[in-house]
């Protein structure tokens, strides 16, 4: 690294899980995604080969930048998934559940919630597939990608809450399937660059 250069002087290199010197934190106890482990990384002394260079030298910033640029896409597929499954679960219920002599989809305002997230899920769809679609044809696609990583990680918030209010006490209940996706949801806002990152990126691309 070279520091007076400050980003530009930053080359990406491949650390072997074997490097002497690189060493694991224990997993960090998490709200969500308990599935995935995190731990933090330390590199202590760790000498790496020029052989294991990523790119040229100095070219570290955009080699990050492309590799983000794929994970804001791809890894936020997943949460659209998630987006339609608790929709559908939500919708069931609602069908199904009844309060006041009738289900309770038939109360506007549980009605009014649903169609709240189904927009969130149909406009975070079309944002992610548009950002792919740009990708494989290799062309820019900054905000676009951040317009999309922000869409869906911050549909999956609010849906994950509006399905719980939806399942009322059983939402809140570990039991039912319904709150973890809100556990798993809150970090999408955090990883890949926080919700705040995302909304820079896209005003530095409307040339704020
Ligand atoms: C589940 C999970 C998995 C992760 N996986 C990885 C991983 O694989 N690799 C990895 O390197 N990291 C990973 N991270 C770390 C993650 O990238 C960081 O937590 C995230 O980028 C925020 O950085 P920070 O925690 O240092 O918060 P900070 O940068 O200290 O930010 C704290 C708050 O200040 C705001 N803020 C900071 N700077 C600005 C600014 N310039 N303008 C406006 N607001 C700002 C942030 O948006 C946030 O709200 C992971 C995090 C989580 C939760």
Same mark, same amino acid.
């Given at each position: ?103 309770? +989809? ?61 399942? +009322? +006490? ?39």
């Amino acid at each position: 690294m070279n520091r007076k250069h400050g980003y530009l002087g930053v080359t990406a290199f491949v650390v072997a899980r074997d490097t002497p010197g690189l060493r694991l934190g224990e997993p960090l106890m998490k709200m969500g995604l308990k599935s995935s482990p995190a731990c933090s990384l330390y590199l202590e002394g760790c000498r790496v080969p020029a052989a294991r260079r990523l790119g040229r030298e100095g070219q570290g910033g955009a080699v990050f930048q492309a590799s983000m640029q794929w994970e804001r896409s791809c890894l936020f597929a997943g949460y659209v998934g998630m987006l339609e499954r608790q929709l559908a679960q939500a919708v069931e219920y609602a069908r199904t559940r009844r309060q006041g002599g009738k289900p309770i +989809g038939k109360h506007q305002a549980v009605a009014h919630r649903l169609a709240e997230m189904k927009l969130r899920l149909e406009s975070a769809r079309l944002l992610l597939y548009r950002a792919c679609w740009l990708r494989d044809r290799g062309a820019p696609a900054v905000a676009e990608v951040s317009l999309a990583k922000l869409a869906i990680s911050e549909a999956a918030r609010l849906s994950s809450l509006d399905a719980i209010q939806i399942h +009322g +006490g059983i939402g809140f209940a570990a039991d039912y399937n319904v709150e973890h996706m809100l556990r798993d949801s809150v970090p999408a806002t955090l990883f890949s660059g926080t919700s705040e990152i995302q909304r820079d990126l896209i005003a530095r691309e409307m040339g704020l």
